[in-house]
Structures are given as structure tokens and as C-alpha cells.
């Protein structure tokens, strides 16, 4: 284990005795937490810290420690940093605050430490932060009166964030739950040890087995993507809040932080690559805990519903239809089984009603769960007992529950509305939720998270730059056609013309007709201004149509640039393909439906370069016109392999740093049953 | 107050003398819960129960009691029902299942004892259930074991429900958060008094301030509308979970309760119009329970988020977002004096994040929120304190905003992940979250439903019953369209044509052209059977295509029908008018974006008629295309005026029971910016 991770000596610069004080915090916690490596607290001014010799100076201290605590201030700050280097002290906790955040001043100051860090093997974490805390050795090096609140339990779970709040939150929310946690990680202003490197860092204890992040800016994901691609290897999800997502919100993470503003839908489709699961608030960043501790590998989301309430029954079906789950039918043995086991009035078919039978027989879960759980058909079990009153033996419904979950292997989890209840499943194991509700969200999540994470890629993303000082400027239609096709975007035969000769040879070739339009970077709306015609099907058509664009582009004197003739192709829908150059992301790629409405009734999804095939048919199942790649009304299903060229031809422009491009949009993509073609194109490209 | 919501004297038939009995219980709650009515135990077996003397039957007594509870099984049902009856008693509470829930036997039985009540002027509940509770007075004639695991406590709430359980788990949910309730009442099988008639009553409790209703079965939705109207009249918000959202949710309601199967969308419709909210499950019943009980009237919905944490006031803002909430833009006075009372490095923007500061000036509050409230631009407010360990004196953080509350009678909400610190502020009055995303989320919840019960309708809808083996029969084209005209439907001039002359003479009028059509019930999709010609302009087009459509009507045997002819319209979008019959809500009416993905990419709303032309328009800004409505791109907006004349005619015809009609589809409507036609309509009848 890294110093970062478990310090085997930890030194507190501004050791108070008074273990309620920022300085005196870390040395009560871990005294309390049962930390076993050396503490050395050190303050000038006392000789005993709650009970341990004191020193003057880190130098006197009787070896280099491993980590130093700086909880002093000011300008003293960066003299225990430097000192800490000499030292050979491998990680330094800053908790004052008054750098980064302050404005560029303090990020200079920031910035030298970190050098003077890097140069020695040092690590920084902070400055303003909370600290870190390892529940596992003890090794506190925090002072969130968090863990006075709420006592630590060690589990496999650890908690990072750049805020101190953030961290304690999820911890405070699963600690309530009985679930506990080893690492409680805030990262302050990131200064060297970012949030995403702490949990690559975190990664590398064997015992986590899931990483909650909180995220208000997303400044590194370059490191956020490698930290998420070694948690694919080795099974341990990352479900991620980055908060910023709304215009205000952003506003607020930037005074609060400085946070670059990401466009939220890159966010989700940086996390979408990777495999991490974006939580939309912090009771939704902790809701399904529960479920990943137990290493389940479902093969499918077919759910069995078994509740002594018949409209948990109900409730919990609805709520599976709500979350996109299945639910599993039942075999004609297993509804046998069923029925020899339960009451003549209880329903042996999914959701099964146990009825009240349960009063009368509280051995009835070591004989439905089985049969329930040993049908090919049920990949996840629910058991749904509203409330548990007099009567009820659930200590008995517990222990059998929990001795099927850990013979069968299969994902179990329980919905009873009293505390004490959950509490005794939980003890036996059982994930155990308020509502049916709550439980079938959380396992719908465990098992999507599931799935996105099998599909994850491992590969890092394009992160090319946005050339420093660069402008954008637009290529006209016929030059943004030009570099797509090179890269096999597909598109009608087609011409530039310097006369109308050429237009009616490309007519000879196009037994459907041509388009013929103006050819001008300064005109994007060119048919709000007469400069496009269509359906020109003769000589004498292409000649009048020539004529008449050549006579406006001289009446709105945009010179005699050749016009562009395209063969008129038949289509059945006008989708969009596109993208851009983000500042953090690189290139992003856009697939959608076309046509005007593309920002009035937007329907579109993201992907981050490189991307498969097959990522392109997931993304595109996400789309309100996914039926249109089935087939609707008997029609023939659009040509999904032509728009995943399509993508896939702006992706390899994007990603070409030769290229240069700032962005794309071909709209239309006209699509067909057996072929797209790009009619429209507008590149920008960094000047 | 009536006997059915607080009875003055109550007998209990199989009185029993064990307090954890289903006899016992209701002697013991009431006793505990100090019910100072006359207790009449009877049983004939035993002299006292519970040191209450027991009598030997209900004739026995010393007076006729006013309720009656029947804690006695099988035969002996139906006899103390009678006997009740013939006593004058006023309220039977049967507990007894094995009666509607068992098949038709068992209706039967439930319908005569409901005679039996009704002609002696009594009132049954039940049978099947598990009884009423009012903790108001104490008269609590349940037998459910909720109200031992968690005491009760009277508060402004009623809970209603069919289903025992989830009349009870509400209760403990609320009870948990320390919310008290008047009222848990179950209506078991629903035979005399149904969960919407309860509904009602405990409105006439003049210190209901909120009613939450679970529903399986929505048997009676004249009655639930009868009730939301007098609840609008009465100011008293209905949060109502139906469930059976799901079609295996709707198969597990039959096989529990029999409950027919609704369209989910059309009680959506139904709550919308009567100001129902909708829950989606039990947790999303009772989340924003709170916010319902101080009578607040926020005109609008800006937010302004007050914390300690940077992070939180991110979060808020994003949960704002999402919620579809707005941000208040505060005044510069506003600004200026938070710059005033806050510290430098805090922000007097809206969120207001006031930073540490809270830990050195506990009294804060008393400053912010004051000036926070009084910007005009405030309507709600949300303290965020993710958590509030050493050092910060919540107690008085709470009383600061409890008080500011009072003061100002603005809506003011608090979340904290610490029970403890929930608890004070509930105490304040200040109703506590959990979390910033579930604040937010409640608030928005509070204040949408405010709105929609300020549009809700106060008119019963037309409970148009489905005729009684009635088959529904097609209508052919021009008489579907003649039937909608002569309601106000807009069409194109139109013509039926029994020779070719009469399709020239409409194309004499017809500028644009003609379409040709033939015109019979037998052929739905008339297109692909080449029975439709477009764009006809010429008298010679007309001839042609006259005598193409003829032979092939004869080429497919379909007779000699006159043939439709209409005015070619030029529309910009094809949108769909209709409706049908439901069996239990009547006429219903849908409009949403037309053509041919009508059901594979579905955007429509339904309407309950009768329906106002502002209710048209609110509904249409559900839809997808709800800006083309608005105008996209410099487009003109398409007539919304022209699409609400075609939804009410619709209306008006469904509405029409001696039009006796089925269902209504007109698609397209075709739609510019200044009219709308009907192209196609299709119509069924009942025979």
C-alpha cells in the first residue's frame, strides 16, 4: 500500500490539544480509529499533544515521517511543504485554504509547491481540503467532524471528491444504512493529486470494490478515463457525480471552484465510453450501493417478484416496466413448485403472492426462494414485505433470504418500510430498501451499470487540443464535402461547375435529376435566397436554373465562383451527423435526427472518438427515431451501416490533428433503406 | 362529525380479550390512544374483555352503538350485519375476507349486505379490510399492527387506500420523518363505501389540510372526481398513487383485487384534469407530504439557495434545472445588502453560497434569509446545510428560519443528511430534507400541483358508459368526415362524386388542385391499393384518374361508391386529432404529431371532455412538436386556434350519445400557420 493510501508515520504540523480543533482532530481520530503507525504531533509551543511527546520541527522528529499533516497557515504553509521535501516525506495533506481558489496569485503559489513536491518524489493533496481518511488502518488525515457524528465502520467502498462536504455526505448516508466505508478522500483544489488520479489510487487496494466520486469540475479527464479503464480491469464500478450540469449550476461551480464548464452531455458520454455510471444527485450517488458488494454477474435483467402484499406485487411490477426491467416468466415446474408450497390462494405466476401465509408459515422463503431462484428465467429476486408487524417471524425471513443469496449466487434484495427490519436483513447480507420502488430502481441501475461497463471501452480517448489563440473559420459546401469524402462519408455523384456545360454533363450521369446550388462560405440559408434549385430533370431546366443563381450571386456580389450540382438522390428520413472540438474532450461526434428542427426538438446523441460500430447501433437505440432503423409500418428499415459510415467518416476528420477541424455539421444526411447521402456540409476549420 | 369519521360509540363483535388479537387490537389502540366514546366489547363466550364489560350480542347493549366493528368470520357476517342494520347502527367495519375478492359468490354476497345497509341508512366498510383509524379522537377501529411498531400522532394528513398495507405504510413513513396523521383508513373490497367516497368524507374534516390515496382500482372515477372537485373547494391537495401502471402490474391488480384494467394514460389524463397528483410509488407518495401543510401560495416558481457549501448550492442549482424550476435573479439592493452581512469571499449571487462564515456567525440566517425573502423575485426558498457537525449551532439556525417562516409566510425548506438536524428544524416548522436534489425536488412537486389545482376543472366529466354488447362498426370515409364537419371539424371543400363531372366541378373551384379518392370502409389503407391520385390540375388529369380508381374498384369487387374528391391544401405538418370510448372515463380525446409514426414514436395527450380551449393549449406544450406551435427557425407558428376548434369537435361528437361513437382518428390534420384539414378520418360506431 502507498504512503497516500496508508502511511505507515503521519506528523501533524499545528498540532493542538485540543482533539476539537482542526490540528487536534487527526491525532483524536486516529488514536480513536486504532491507526498503528507513529503519530508525531509538532508545534513549537508544547512539549505534550493529547498525551504524545510534541515536537518543535518536523527535523526533530526521531525519522522522516512517511506523511505530514499541514494544518498551519499562511506563508508557513509553503515553508512545511519545502521542509517536507528535504525531509524525504512522501505525502503532504495541505488543509488551509487561500490558494488556488483565491485567484491566480494563489495558483502560482499552488504551483510552486507542487514543483518543489514533484521534484522531490513528494505527493500533494489539497491545499483546502478536508484531508483523507483510511478506516481500514486508522490513518486519519482529516478533520471532518463528520466521523464524530456518525461513527467509521471499515468496508469496501471508498468515497472521493473534491469537496470535503461531498466526501462526508455519502459516507453519513451509508454509514445511516449500516454500510460502511475505508477510504473518505477530498482532494481540495487538486493541485497535484487530482480527484480522478486519487481514484486510480484507490483502485490499487484489492479490498475496494466500489469507488463513489463527487466531481465539480472535470479538469483532468484524460486521468479520469485511465483511472476508469483500471477499474475495468479490475471489476470495481465508479458511479460519478458531476454536479454543473445546468447553466446556473455551472456558473456556481466556477465561482466556487474555477471550474472549467464542460457541456453536460460530454459528461455523458465520457462516463457512457468508460463504463462509469452518472448519478444525478448525492441520494442517488449512494441509492444503489448496496448492490455492488457482492460481486453478482447477472446474464440478464429478468426480475421475480415474490411479496406476502399483493399490491407490492403491483407496485413492484409497474416499477420494474418504469425502470426498463423484465419480468421473468415463470416455468410450468417452477409454477408446479410454487403451488405445492404455497396456499391455494396465493398466485404461483410472477409476481408471486405469498399471500398471509406467511404468518402461518415463516419457513415459506427457504422454499419459494429456491424454487424461484433455481428457474433459468429469473436473473433477480425481490422480496417485498411492506411491513412487518406482529407476527411476522423476519428474523426467520432473514436468515433464509441470506442463506439462499449466498448459496445461489443470484442478486436478492429486500423492500421493508421499518428500519429494524432492514436492519436484520442486512445483517444476513441482504441489500435491503424502504419501498419496493427504491429497490427496483437500485437493482435497475446495478444491472444497467452492469451492462454499459461490458461495453466500455478501454481505449483512451482523442484528447487533441484547441490550438492556443486559434479562430475558426467556415469552408464552403463543396470544400467541407471534399475533406468528408476522403474520409468515406458517403454522398451523391456530384460536380463543381464553371459553366453550364458541366452541369449538364453530371445531368447525362443522373437519370433522376441534379440540384444545382451556389457555392459560397459567406451564404450559409443559400434556398432563403433563391440559390438552390431542385429536380431539374432537362438540359433547358439546368440552363434556366444556371443562369438564374449566376444572375442573383452577382446581384448579392458573391463573385463567379463555380455553382455545385449533386445528382438528386431519394431518401426517407434527414438525419444529422456532426461534431466538434471540445476544449477538454477533443473531438466529440453528433448523430441525430435532422432536418430544421435539430435545436427546436433536438434528438441527438454524443460519442467520444474512437468508437465501434457497434457503439454507434447502442447510441442510436438511445434516439426517439430509433424505430426508423427497424422499420416502421411495414416499411424497410433505414441503412444503419450507411449512417455509422457516416459517424464514423466525421469521427476519422475530427481526429486527424493534419485536418485541424474546429467542427462539422452534414445536415441532411438524406437516409434511405440502402444508402445515405450527405446533401448539405458546413465545416469550420482552426485558423 | 359524521359516525364514518368519528363514531361516538363502537362495539366490537368477537371481542377478544387478547390485545394482539384481531378482536383485541381495536379495544387496545383505542383505550391507548385515548378514544373517549363508549367501548362495547361482545362476545358471547366471555363477561369482560380487556376490564371492559363484554356483553353477549350487539342487542345486548345499552344503546345502539354508532359503529359497529365485525371481527367475526364467515356466516356470522352477513347475521351482524343484518342485526346491526335492524339496531339503527349508523357504520359496520367487516374485516373478514373471503368475499368480492373470492369470484362471483362472494360479490354476491357483498352486494346484499350492502342492501341490507343501505336500506337501513347504515354505511359498511369492507369487508376485507383492515379498518379505519382516526387519531384525532382515538376511535381507531383497525386492527393493523403499524400503530405498535410506530406510536401514533394526530396531524393534517389522511391516508386512504383499498389495500390495508399500503394505507398503513404511508403512515409509517410519515410517522418516521415526525409527521403526524388524522387519518388511516383502509376500504378493503370497496363494497359500500369506495376509497374515493372516503376520499370525501375526511374532506369534510375541516382540519384535513392534505389527502395521500393509493388506488389499485379506479371502479368508481365519478365518484374521485366528485371528491377532487370538493377538495379543489376546499383548498386540500390529493397526492393519489394508482397502481397497475405496468401491463404485468395490471395482471397482478386483477388477480388481487379484480381491479379492471385502465389505460394508465387516460387516469393520468384524469388527475391532470381534476388536480390530482400522480405518484409513481409509495416513497414519491409521501416525499414532499411536508410542503402541503402551511398553506403556502407561491405565485411563481424562482428559487433562491442559501449555503454554507459551494457544492450545494451547485447541486441545488442543477436539481433546479432538472426540475424545470427557475433561479431567482435577485435585486441589486438584494445583492448589496447580502454584501453587507456576508463575508468577502462569500457570494451575495443567487445561489448564496455564505461560505464558513456560519461557523463564526451563528446568527447569519436572521440576516440572509430576511433579505433573501424580501426581493420580489423570491418565491421559494432552500437552506442547504449538508451537514452540521462541532461547531455549528444548528438549534439556532433552525429557530432563526422557523422564525423567518412565520414572518414572512414564504416557503422556506431545509436539507441536512443528519437526522438529529432534521428533527430541530421540523420542530421550527421547517419541513427537512435529506438532501438538496430530494429539497428541490419536493418543492417542485409542491409547486407544479399548486398549479395544475389552479387549473383544475370543477366540471364532472362524461361518463359516457360503453353499451352493453355493443360492437363497434366502421364508417366509411365521407360519412366519418361529413359526422366531424357538422361538429366544427376544419376541412378542404370536398365532393362526392358519382361521375367524373362532379370531380371536374370541384377542381373548377379548386385552384390548387384536386385530390381523388375512393371512398370505402373496406379499405383502410386505400394508398397502397393504388386508390388515391394527388395533385390532380387539369380536367384531363381528373378523367384519368376518375377512371384508374373506378377500375380498380372493380378489379378488387368493391362496387360502385361515388368517389371522394377534396381541395388540395398546402399544410406545413400532419398532426392527429381523436379519441374513444373508455369504459370507465368515457369520451376521451388525443392529439398529437400525426403520419405514419403515430404509435411507433408516439407524442400525443389526452383530454377528459369537457375541455376548455386554454386546456387544449396547456396540453399541446406537453407534446414533443410543442415548438412548431410556437414557430421554429423564422417559421410561422402553426395555428393552435385551428387545431383546438378540430380537438373540440371531436369532443363534441364523442360527447353526443346519440352519435354513439366508439372512436375518432383523423390523421392528418394537416396544419399551416392559418387553418388545418382534415385529410382522413376514421370512425366507429356502436351497433
Known sequence: MTPMLNPRSVAILGASDNPDKIGGRPIRFMREFGYEGAIYPVNPGREVVQGLTCYASLSDLPEA?????????????????????????????????????????????????????????????????????????????????????????????????????????????????????????????????????????VLEDPEIRLVLLYLESLSDPTMLARAAIRAQERGVPIIALKSGASEVGKRAAASHTGAIATSDRVVDAFCRKYGIWRANGMLDLVAAAEMYLHGWKPTDDRLAIISNSGAVCVMAADAADREGLSISQLAP?????????????????????????????????????????????????????????????????????????????????????????????????????????????????????????????????????????????????????????????????????????????????????????????????????????????????????????????????????????????????????GGHRDPQFGPVVVIGDGGIAVEAMPDNVLLLPPFSDADVARAVEDLRIAPLFKGIRGQAPLDLAAVTRAAQSVAALLCDPAANIASVEVNPLMVSEDGAWALDALIEVYE
Chains 1, 2 share one sequence.
Open 65 to 201: 515521517p512517511e506523511a505530514v499533516i499541514v494544518a498551519v497557515a499562511g506563508d508557513n504553509v509553503v515553508a512545511a511543504v519545502e521542509e517536507s521535501a528535504r525531509l524525504g516525506v512522501k505525502l503532504c495533506v495541505i488543509m488551509a485554504s487561500g490558494f488556488g481558489e483565491t485567484g491566480p496569485e494563489g495558483k502560482a503559489i499552488e504551483a510552486g509547491m507542487r514543483d518543489t513536491a514533484r521534484a522531490a518524489g513528494m505527493r500533494l493533496i489539497g491545499p483546502n481540503t478536508q484531508g483523507i481518511a483510511n478506516f481500514g488502518s486508522g490513518a486519519i488525515l482529516s478533520f471532518s467532524t463528520m466521523f464524530i457524528e456518525t461513527p467509521p465502520l471499515d468496508g469496501p467502498i471508498a468515497a472521493i471528491s473534491q469537496s470535503g462536504a461531498m466526501s462526508v455526505v455519502p459516507y453519513g448516508l451509508l454509514r445511516d444504512k449500516g454500510i460502511g466505508l475505508r477510504y473518505v478522500n477530498a482532494t481540495g483544489n487538486d493541485s497535484d493529486v487530482s480527484a480522478p488520479e486519487m481514484v486510480l489510487e
Open 333 to 577: 415446474e417452477t409454477e408446479a413448485e410454487l403451488t405445492r408450497v404455497l396456499p391455494a390462494f396465493a398466485s404461483p405466476r410472477n409476481p408471486v403472492d405469498i399471500t398471509a401465509a406467511l404468518l402461518s408459515d415463516g419457513g415459506l422463503f427457504s422454499k419459494v426462494l429456491p424454487a424461484c431462484g433455481s428457474d433459468p428465467a429469473v436473473d433477480l429476486l425481490l422480496v417485498g414485505l411492506p411491513i412487518t408487524g406482529q407476527g411476522y417471524d423476519y428474523p426467520r425471513f432473514a436468515r433464509d433470504t441470506g442463506a439462499f443469496l449466498r448459496e445461489s449466487g443470484k442478486p436478492v434484495i429486500v423492500s421493508n418500510a421499518q428500519a429494524k427490519v432492514r436492519e436484520v436483513f442486512r445483517a444476513e447480507g441482504v441489500p435491503a430498501f424502504t419501498t419496493e420502488d427504491e429497490a427496483v430502481a437500485a437493482i435497475s441501475q446495478f444491472v444497467r451499470h452492469q451492462r454499459m461497463m461490458e461495453q466500455a471501452s478501454s481505449t483512451p480517448f482523442h484528447a487533441l487540443p484547441v490550438p492556443d489563440g486559434a479562430r475558426a473559420v467556415v469552408r464552403d459546401e463543396a470544400a467541407s464535402l471534399d475533406l468528408l469524402e476522403a474520409r468515406g462519408m458517403p454522398m451523391p455523384r456530384r460536380a463543381l461547375c464553371r459553366d453550364v456545360g458541366e452541369a449538364q454533363a453530371l445531368l447525362a450521369q443522373a437519370p433522376g435529376g441534379i440540384v444545382l446550388k451556389a457555392c459560397s462560405e459567406k451564404v450559409p440559408h443559400k434556398s432563403e435566397h433563391g440559390l438552390v434549385a431542385v429536380g431539374l430533370t432537362t438540359e433547358d431546366e439546368v440552363a434556366a436554373a444556371y443562369a438564374t443563381i449566376r444572375e442573383r450571386m452577382q446581384a448579392m456580389e458573391l463573385g463567379d465562383a463555380p455553382l455545385l450540382a449533386a445528382e438528386m438522390v431519394k431518401g426517407r428520413h434527414e438525419v444529422l451527423v
